[in-house]
């Protein structure tokens, strides 16, 4: 069936740094991918998302691109801040019921000041 | 303000003592759907609704129960819960069942402990 894979956290990065989160999917067909992040005691939130190859998401410096070819959809962000502490989701949904969401296990990641 | 609200937000139970877990949405969505969080394993669909009387089982729904009587509500039920429902659960609604997509609202969560 669908899966999502997500490198394992924590990460934990200096105010200012690079950061990029890899994940990989498997599915049949073409599904929509996300990433979701989750602040500490809140739900999730979307973060950004891409419906189609080579549609980039984008949305508060983060970004990703759907790589078919690499079944990959890495977040990446320039500089990270300390707001950007928070568990971060890659989450596909499947083309045949396109409101079920598969969720990788999550990224908890940490800004040091 | 459109949201996605759960009731109650912390709960520590016995087993075996049923309960529920309310969920509404303000938004008029016709798709909602019950997920429990654990360490490691992301978040798991436990039941969804593709709209009011159609409920259908997700990926881990055993020992759990739901209902969708009206469009806005759908509770979660535990007739008897056991120590290994202790989760963090999640409500979410999303616009419609078709169309990809779709981006999917939560609820702020509801953690359960169960003795």
């Known amino acids: 069936g669908d899966s999502v894979t997500q490198m394992e956290g924590p990460v934990t990065l200096s105010e200012e740094a690079f950061l990029t989160i890899n994940c990989t999917y498997t599915?049949?067909?073409?599904?929509?991918l996300f990433w979701y992040v989750q602040y500490p005691g809140e739900g999730l939130q979307l973060l950004l998302k891409?419906?189609?190859?080579?549609d980039k998401g984008s949305n508060k410096g983060f970004e990703a691109t759907y790589r078919k070819e690499t079944t990959s959809f890495h977040l990446e962000k320039g500089s990270v801040q300390v707001s950007d502490s928070a568990v971060y989701f890659c989450a596909l949904s499947d083309h045949s019921s396109a409101s079920k969401i598969i969720f990788g296990s999550g990224t908890r990641l940490s800004i040091r000041p | 303000e459109a949201q996605v609200t759960q009731n109650p937000r912390y709960l520590i139970t016995v087993t075996g003592k049923k309960l529920t877990v309310t969920c509404s949405q303000n938004m008029n969505h016709e798709y909602m759907s019950w997920y429990r969080q654990d360490p490691g394993l992301g978040l798991r669909q436990i039941y969804y609704s593709m709209n009011v009387e159609v409920t259908d089982k997700g990926d881990v729904p055993e020992g759990y129960k739901v209902s969708r009587k009206e469009k806005r509500n759908f509770p979660l039920i535990l007739e008897s819960p056991s120590p290994n429902q202790t989760s963090l659960y999640f409500c979410a609604s999303t616009p419609s069942s078709s169309g990809q997509g779709k981006t999917q609202y939560f609820g702020p969560g509801t953690r359960l402990l169960v003795l």
């Open positions: 891409a419906t189609k190859a080579d």
């Open positions: 599915a049949t067909g073409y599904p929509s």
